[in-house]
């Protein structure tokens, strides 16, 4: 079964840091593009970063960069965001998602979520 | 960057009835456009990517169409398990923005 499992999540003061991870399972994650997906409270979702397959190409939402650094390990089959900087508008529901198609930014399989929230 | 606007926000209709949500893109986008279902509580679920292509055990009442600037989500008949928001995405470049969603219920 294809699967993606997030952890990580949690309760940070603003101007804090969190790693959130992945861990992929079910199929070849070397292959595959991966994305974080969020969605504050009762919102939208919103993208924030994607990394492709061989970590070769990496893109941030203009509302995180210079703040999160999305990551990945092939050989352990996971993904990372490290979030640093936090400020109270990352308070959200991150979700990792599989990409579906070389280049681009489909998604076809999304993990359950973990929720970050970032008060004092 | 690509903007994208659905429409309506909110939609209430009857069991059986056909629904269509929309979905602009600010700039053409081919047929770059994915559907995702978002059911509450629940994680969001890829319905139809590159406009009009059902992802595999997607029921066959919803459909895609479009191309360009303009797309289209329908559900031929409404069932009470459709209940959901519904995001459309472009995805051929970054950032892959969504649109705001439509929320669906049951009238």
């Known amino acids: 079964e294809v699967q993606l499992v997030e952890s990580g999540g949690g309760l940070v003061k603003p101007g804090g840091s969190l790693r959130l991870s992945c861990a992929a399972s079910?199929?070849?994650?070397?292959?595959?593009?991966m994305n974080w997906v969020r969605q504050a409270p009762g919102k939208g979702l919103e993208w924030v970063s994607s990394?492709?397959?061989?970590?070769?190409?990496?893109y941030y939402a203009d509302s995180v960069k210079g703040r999160f650094t999305i990551s990945r390990d092939n050989a352990k089959n996971s993904l990372y965001l490290q979030m640093n900087s936090l400020r109270a508008e990352d308070t959200a529901v991150y979700y990792c998602?599989?990409?579906?198609?070389?280049?681009?930014?489909?998604?076809?399989?999304w993990g359950q979520g973990t929720t970050v929230t970032v008060s004092s | 960057d690509i903007q994208m606007t659905q429409s309506p926000s909110s939609l209430s209709a009857s069991v059986g009835d056909r629904v269509t949500i929309t979905c602009r893109a600010s700039?053409?986008?081919?047929?770059?456009l994915a559907w995702y279902q978002q059911k509450p509580g629940k994680v969001p679920k890829l319905l139809i990517y590159?406009?009009?292509t059902l992802q595999s055990g997607v029921p066959s009442r919803f459909s895609g169409s479009g191309s360009g600037t303009d797309f289209t989500l329908t559900i031929s008949s409404l069932q009470p398990e459709d209940v959901a928001t519904y995001y459309c995405?472009?995805?051929?470049?970054?950032?892959?923005?969504f649109g705001q969603g439509t929320r669906l219920e049951i009238k």
């Open positions: 590159a406009a009009s």
């Open positions: 990394i492709s397959s061989s970590s070769s190409y990496i």
């Open positions: 700039q053409g986008i081919s047929n770059y």
């Open positions: 079910g199929f070849t994650f070397s292959s595959y593009s």
């Open positions: 998602a599989r990409g579906f198609q070389r280049w681009k930014f489909g998604m076809d399989v």
């Open positions: 995405q472009k995805y051929n470049s970054a950032p892959p923005t």
